[in-house]
């Protein structure tokens, strides 16, 4: 998508550093050609400013770019500083050690999920959330979590960045669908994944709240329609809820970016 007029030069750059993480492999400028809105020559302008400053790397030989080293300081530096993973590390060992199964530690990015850590499961399981992988908010528990304790208007941001495309029969498709399961949440304290995101996996999920009620992150417990039920799930909610509790109260003297 390209970026609003208003943020000009440096909102094309970041358009650009987003197309070629998309692609997940090192790219040739033809094809980040035809996927980008911009014209050829502002493409190349930008591509050759971030390869410049180190945001990109490119190679000679095969002549692709790829994401520069740069950004893997500075990807670390914004997990040490502004990502819940550090200081939720003992907390998220100790839920993991007593439930056996899936961590995910989450917060809200452009009113998506990115995930932010994990502990797998003591027999795991192959699924989609990996930490550093960003998934729908609208059809999976920490997302809908999430959504559930945002304002009014943070709320109806983030639905209008929802695709709510039908990954499963149980995926819940339309906004309004959406806003009353996030009703049901607010109502019970926690979210649950029905299958909704991929076949066969389910979840518990609670929101990780500031003193002041602001989102800051969610965490849940993952598991496996063949291994347990999601009634199962909900009743270690309050356990969940009591991790989440501990990581919040741990990152209440850490400053944290607004989440949208």
């Not at 094309?12 to 492999?25: C, Q």
Request: glycine share 6%; hydrophobic share 40%.
């Amino acid at each position: 998508m390209a970026a609003d007029q208003g943020d000009g030069t440096v909102g094309k750059a970041l358009d650009v550093l987003d197309m070629v993480a998309a692609v997940g492999r090192p790219v040739r400028f033809t094809d980040l050609l035809a996927r980008s809105e911009y014209p050829k020559a502002t493409l190349y302008r930008l591509i050759q400013t971030l390869t410049h400053q180190g945001m990109l790397a490119y190679d000679p030989d095969r002549q692709t770019y790829a994401l520069g080293v740069r950004l893997v300081r500075l990807a670390h530096a914004a997990w040490a500083t502004s990502s819940l993973a550090p200081l939720a590390r003992p907390y998220l060992d100790e839920l993991s050690a007593e439930t056996g199964e899936t961590i995910h530690l989450a917060q809200m990015d452009n009113g998506q999920v990115l995930y932010v850590d994990k502990r797998n499961a003591a027999k795991p399981v192959e699924m989609f959330a990996q930490a550093g992988k960003v998934g729908p908010a609208y059809c999976t528990g920490v997302g809908k979590a999430m959504l559930a304790y945002l304002s009014e208007d943070e709320l109806e941001r983030a639905i209008q960045r929802q695709s709510f495309h039908r990954f499963t029969d149980h995926t819940l498709d339309t906004p309004e669908k959406l806003k009353a399961e996030l009703q049901a949440i607010r109502a019970r304290g926690h979210a649950y994944d029905r299958e909704e995101h991929e076949p066969g996996i389910i979840c518990c999920a609670v929101p990780i709240l500031s003193r002041t009620g602001r989102v800051i992150g969610a965490l849940s417990v993952t598991s496996t329609t063949s291994r347990t039920t999601l009634a199962d799930l909900d009743s270690g909610a309050a356990r969940i809820k009591q991790t989440a509790a501990q990581i919040a109260a741990e990152a209440e003297s850490w400053r944290f970016p607004e989440q949208a």
